[in-house]
């Protein structure tokens, strides 16, 4: 069975930097697509960046030049560096997959999730 354990939030003060890790069990073949979400309280989530086999695609408005995106297949691990860290970043961060190609921001494709960490942006 699929697992996917998120790591690395923790509380910073903004403008500060934060490395989520996202590492996958359990499965014979890679995802065909991984990605990053984020949930705050009383908000829908929302998806922050995707990252299929061979490239990533296009990352939420709120993070562009700020958030990258990583994958390492042989590690089966994701990445999220986050730099430049704003107090709208405060949220629950998840990471997910799927096995089929298309990747996309609203997650609705995503077989796989984690159950998320924790980032937490003091002004």
């Known amino acids: 069975q699929v697992q996917l354990v998120e790591s690395g939030g923790g509380s910073v003060q903004a403008g500060g930097s934060l490395r989520l890790s996202c590492v996958a069990y359990g499965y014979s073949y890679t995802p065909d697509c991984m990605g990053w979400f984020r949930q705050a309280p009383g908000k829908e989530r929302a998806g922050i960046a995707t990252?299929?086999?061979?490239?990533?695609?296009p990352y939420a408005d709120s993070v562009k030049g700020r958030f990258t995106i990583s994958r390492n297949n042989a590690k089966n691990t994701l990445y999220l560096q986050m730099n430049s860290l704003k107090s709208e970043d405060t949220a629950m961060y998840y990471c997910a997959a799927q096995f089929r190609a298309g990747c996309n921001l609203d997650g609705i494709g995503m077989h796989y999730w984690g159950k998320g960490t924790q980032v937490t942006i003091s002004s």
């Open positions: 990252a299929d086999s061979g490239a990533t695609t």
